[in-house]
């Protein structure tokens, strides 16, 4: 999937609201006051029994609670939508993006023999979410591993760029369960302690919750509306290397070739770029799949960072965090810094920094996700 190169006609796709819960609180002021800190949400949990896994930390939000009446991510989106939704035009498109959605509802029937499990179908959450923000679109739902969101961003980018709609919200939630958290302990991916991405004794990704979104425009209807533009889906890019169910590729192939194409959507070249929003999971083998992708299509090096060690990965939402992040980034002229680096590996040294840094007169980011299966995405915003 490519972008179309954008051209005079094609209309633009343009943030103008947007907030997230995270494990540093709600809001996206607490999110990036706390990446620029140096700190890290990512701490010890007593959420489950940990005892059998690779790790005993993650970084979740205060005060959910866990197998009661709400899953995990409708008490986030609560949150989340509670002083949000009087923005949301009722014509807007919805999509949801998630790898598990409402698992813990799930493992409330198989843990307490309480409820019913046929309500994890995340048809049903994207109901729920359909009704708490007052759209008529009954929705649909984009489940494509850890590029979830980026991949709804950029289907709600086409959508408009297209002409199919004038208004898209894009919705993106996954919270941290004992199902999901055993699964990446089999996968021996857990960090013990908290993700150092691109450090050169990293050796795992800490797992994180969130619930965020974004609302899209045509930049005509912005403008009418008298909106406040945030930024701009200028391009996107996406491939799938299938190198492995869960491994990304050794050659980076797949990755060099949705960002070569997210460049060409938005008309950019390799010089207008002003830094990259890495997946950065801390996992040895994503950490340099990714690192190879930007030696190979950048001849300069970039400043480079990752929020994961300090929110922790945040699976299907991780792509619209790390996007809103990129743009008040652009916004604030400041590259912000890898938390839990502390020496980078040879080939991360020069491209990414436990220092924020000033961001120069380039105007547009590059954001990349990478998933399961060998999906690959890369946005370019600005």
């Not at 979830?148 to 709609?165: F, N």
């Not at 040895?284 to 480079?304: I, Q, S």
């Not at 990965?313 to 604030?332: D, F, P, S």
Request: aromatic letters at 6%.
């Amino acid at each position: 999937m490519e972008g179309r190169r954008v051209s005079q006609e094609m209309k633009k796709a343009v943030v103008v609201s947007c907030d997230m819960v995270t494990a540093f609180g709600a809001g996206t002021d607490a999110l990036w006051n706390g990446i620029r800190s140096g700190g890290t949400a990512i701490s010890k949990i007593d959420r489950f029994n940990t005892k059998a896994f690779q790790s005993d930390n993650a970084a979740v939000i205060n005060g959910l609670k866990y197998l009661k009446n709400d899953s995990l991510v409708m008490q986030m989106f609560r949150l989340l939508l509670k002083d949000n939704s009087a923005s949301i035009p009722e014509d807007a498109k919805l999509i949801l993006a998630t790898t598990k959605g409402e698992i813990d509802l799930l493992e409330k029937k198989f843990l307490t023999g309480r409820g019913d499990a046929s309500d994890s179908n995340p048809h049903k959450l994207l109901k729920k979410i359909s009704a708490l923000a007052g759209v008529k679109d009954s929705g649909m739902i984009i489940s494509a591993a850890c590029a979830s969101s980026s991949t709804a961003l950029a289907r709600a980018a086409s959508m408009i760029r297209s002409g199919y709609g004038d208004c898209v919200l894009v919705t993106a939630c996954d919270s941290v369960t004992e199902f999901v958290y055993a699964g990446f302990s089999s996968l021996m991916a857990l960090e013990k302690f908290a993700a150092k991405p691109f450090d050169k004794k990293r050796s795992g990704l800490s797992l994180g919750e969130a619930a965020v979104y974004a609302l899209l425009m045509s930049d005509a209807r912005a403008k009418r509306e008298k909106r406040n533009i945030i930024g701009e889906i200028a391009g996107w890019g996406m491939s799938d290397d299938a190198n492995h169910m869960t491994g990304p590729s050794r050659t980076s192939d797949g990755l060099i070739m949705a960002v070569k194409k997210a460049l060409r959507s938005a008309g950019a070249d390799e010089g207008g770029i002003g830094f990259i929003s890495a997946h950065g999971t801390g996992t040895v083998y994503n950490d340099a799949m990714e690192m190879r992708a930007f030696h190979a299509v950048f001849k300069n090096k970039l400043p480079v960072y990752s929020v994961k060690g300090a929110i922790g990965h945040t699976l299907g939402a991780a792509g619209l965090v790390e996007t809103i992040t990129a743009l008040r980034a652009l916004k604030e002229k400041v590259v912000p810094l890898t938390v839990n680096l502390k020496a980078a590996d040879d080939d991360a040294h020069g491209w990414v920094s436990n220092k924020q840094r000033a961001l120069s007169n380039k105007k547009m980011a590059l954001i990349t996700n990478a998933g399961f299966s060998g999906i690959n995405t890369a946005l370019v915003v600005k």
